[in-house]
């Protein structure tokens, strides 16, 4: 048994039928002293509770709506779900058998409570029913007692400290490390700024050197009270150019001619590019036009050698290092299977590694098929005793073909717009980028929308009026996470990066809100009662939380399914979402408008008081931990 510190002003229970937890949520208007609503509420007096309920919450001043679900036997037992109005803080109810719930608790009063904080809830659970018990937070000082205890992060703290609930930005941010912000000062800087989730991509550099990073992350979690994710990202299997005949970035000028071969070979040879696969240039006709990392050069083939391809430059531009490759017919792409594999030998080192390290994300490179992740999810879960959660990347033509598919094998998608605009036509990147944002919101995926947001940061101080516009349509669109690439890994201005991100993002969320977006009609998700209960109860939250204008909505929540179900719905306030579970806690860093907290739960029914040695201060309650 664990005891955690928290409040004394209010406590509550919540009875509910045992097959719609964990699904509940507790939406919370803010502040002020409550009113004290005394008096009980007699079921035995009332022919039908779920009415009198409703107009006793109102005569009360608090509002009472009700999830969906089989109101069976309405004279004994209903389940409305309740948030308070003006004067009372906060009433979620679902009850069992309400006489027990009015007995045992009543309406809650309190005196004293000035200032809004959290409530924390534990689960606890007996002879059939659950019960969640909550706890108000009162003051700024206790928010202080609070850090240690619910592994509340010092940005997310600080940031409603200085900007009140609805102030909090919900657009997660991602930052890629490279040489330019690896050190320990430069990271926490990354993480004082809004860093959710630091990316690690194993294309580039050695693990051991991956392996600092990880290491000064942690520290900076454990040290410094920030609640940072990391990221690995697979190199994956695919075509691009090992060499290029010169010692850098290489300008192709208009018309000169260049070989691209699969020759392995020592040395530079000029004009000549080595590409690292040998079937690269398979089902390749004369005529057809070889494209540069999706439009930075482009040659027409003009005769084949073997494997090799003798090629005239058509469009000039630059050759970057590992460059890639498409070819085009007609003005279409030329599509080929490969038959590489997703994850390389080298991907599944990366993958031990990323396992033994505790990582919490692993992003897969050109996920084109279901199949893989699942291979990858199946293998952690037999390797790994964590849930490592599982992204993938979309990033080829075959990937959007296969798009739902992979949407639901996933754990999150990252649309990476680089490699997607080496196969679909620039033009086209706008609105696919919205499908798939618009597919993981349908199917409750995060994704994070990723690379050139702010490109000319890399080598500029401020961005270009065009790459906020793309960053703010990005969180209009909803996307859950933010991704700095280039920007962040060999930049001179990260930080300056990840501050137009957070103040571009926070702007336009509000901007959202005020353009008041009616709830989206969510596609039904779950097969069974329950599932749909919960999604019900999701939407139901989210549109009473923005009608009443209330300032966060609390949910509980092990997996952070029920969490998500409330995301997905892009609430005004934000939610807080209590778990006794780690992997959780750092998977929430990438769910749009989700701040984790993490408590201890209980079972124990019969240990609902509080010990209140002294009500007037911070208090203590009892929370008891889950087998
Ligand atoms: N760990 C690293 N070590 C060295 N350079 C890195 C590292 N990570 C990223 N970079 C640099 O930052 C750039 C952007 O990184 P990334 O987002 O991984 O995109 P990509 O590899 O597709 O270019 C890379 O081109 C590379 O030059
Ligand atoms: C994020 C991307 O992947 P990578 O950085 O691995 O090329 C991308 O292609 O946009």
Request: aromatic fraction near 8%; glycine fraction near 6%.
């Amino acid at each position: 048994m664990q005891t955690e510190t928290i409040f004394p002003f209010v406590q509550t229970w919540f009875l509910i039928p045992l097959n719609i937890l964990p699904h509940l949520f507790l939406p919370v208007k803010s502040i002020v002293p409550f009113k004290s609503c005394s008096g009980a509420f007699n079921v035995e007096k009332f022919p039908n509770p779920v009415d009198d309920l409703d107009v006793f919450l109102r005569q009360n001043h608090a509002c009472c709506t009700y999830p969906v679900q089989n109101l069976v036997n309405h004279s004994r037992s209903i389940q409305p779900m309740a948030v308070s109005g003006d004067s009372v803080l906060v009433r979620s109810l679902i009850a069992k058998n309400i006489t027990r719930v009015w007995q045992r608790n009543g309406f809650l009063s309190t005196k004293n409570v000035t200032e809004v904080g959290f409530y924390t809830v534990g689960r606890l659970e007996k002879k059939g029913r659950v019960g969640v018990r909550a706890a108000l937070q009162v003051g700024s000082e206790d928010v202080k007692k609070l850090e240690g205890n619910f592994g509340f992060d010092v940005v997310s703290e600080g940031e409603l400290k200085e900007k009140g609930f609805l102030g909090m930005r919900k657009t997660k941010l991602v930052c890629t490390i490279g040489p330019a912000c690896c050190s320990v000062e430069d990271l926490e800087k990354l993480a004082a700024g809004g860093m959710n989730v630091a990316r690690l991509n194993m294309c580039h550099n050695a693990r051991e050197w991956h392996l600092d990073v990880i290491k000064k992350i942690r520290r900076l979690n454990e040290e410094k009270g920030f609640c940072v994710s990391v990221m690995i990202d697979t190199e994956g299997s695919q075509i691009h150019v090992v060499d290029h005949g010169a010692p850098s970035t290489v300008k192709a000028e208009e018309g000169s001619v260049w070989l691209f071969t699969a020759e392995q070979f020592d040395g530079l040879r000029p004009f000549t590019v080595q590409a690292n696969y040998e079937g690269f240039s398979e089902g390749i006709e004369v005529g057809d036009i070889l494209v540069i990392d999706g439009g930075m050069a482009s040659f027409e083939v003009i005769e084949k050698v073997g494997n090799a391809l003798c090629c005239k430059c058509t469009d000039p531009g630059l050759f970057l290092p590992r460059a890639k490759f498409s070819f085009w017919r007609d003005g279409k792409l030329v599509e080929r299977n490969y038959r590489l594999p997703t994850l390389s030998p080298k991907d599944w080192a990366d993958i031990e590694f990323g396992i033994s390290e505790g990582v919490d994300f692993i992003s897969l490179s050109f996920a084109n098929n279901a199949d893989s992740i699942s291979e990858l999810k199946n293998y952690l879960s037999t390797k790994s005793s964590r849930c490592i959660r599982v992204l993938a990347k979309i990033e080829s033509l075959e990937s959007l073909q296969n798009l739902e598919e992979i949407v639901e094998a996933s754990d999150g998608i990252m649309v990476a717009r680089g490699d997607l605009g080496v196969e679909v036509p620039l033009e086209q990147i706008p609105t696919v980028q919205e499908e798939i944002t618009q597919v993981c919101r349908e199917l409750n995926k995060p994704v994070i929308v990723a690379s050139q947001l702010l490109e000319s940061m890399v080598e500029y101080p401020t961005p270009t009026r065009a790459e906020v516009a793309d960053v703010s349509e990005a969180v209009r669109q909803f996307a859950d996470a933010l991704m700095l690439s280039g920007e962040s890994a060999i930049g001179s201005y990260g930080q300056k990066a990840l501050a137009v991100l957070r103040m571009a993002s926070s702007r336009m969320e509000l901007w959202s809100r005020e353009e008041n977006k009616h709830i989206l009609h969510q596609r039904q998700l779950g097969v069974s009662l329950p599932d749909r209960i919960a999604e019900q109860i999701c939407n139901c939250a989210v549109e009473m939380a923005n009608n009443l204008g209330v300032d966060a909505i609390f949910v509980y929540t092990k997996h952070g399914h029920m969490a998500s179900l409330l995301a997905r719905n892009s609430p005004y306030p934000p939610i807080f979402a209590f778990t006794n579970n780690s992997d959780t806690q750092m998977a929430l860093n990438l769910q749009w408008g989700v701040f984790r907290l993490l408590v201890d739960l209980s079972y124990d029914m019969e240990d609902e008081t509080p010990t209140i040695p002294n009500p007037t201060a911070f208090q203590a309650i009892q929370v008891k931990k889950f087998d």
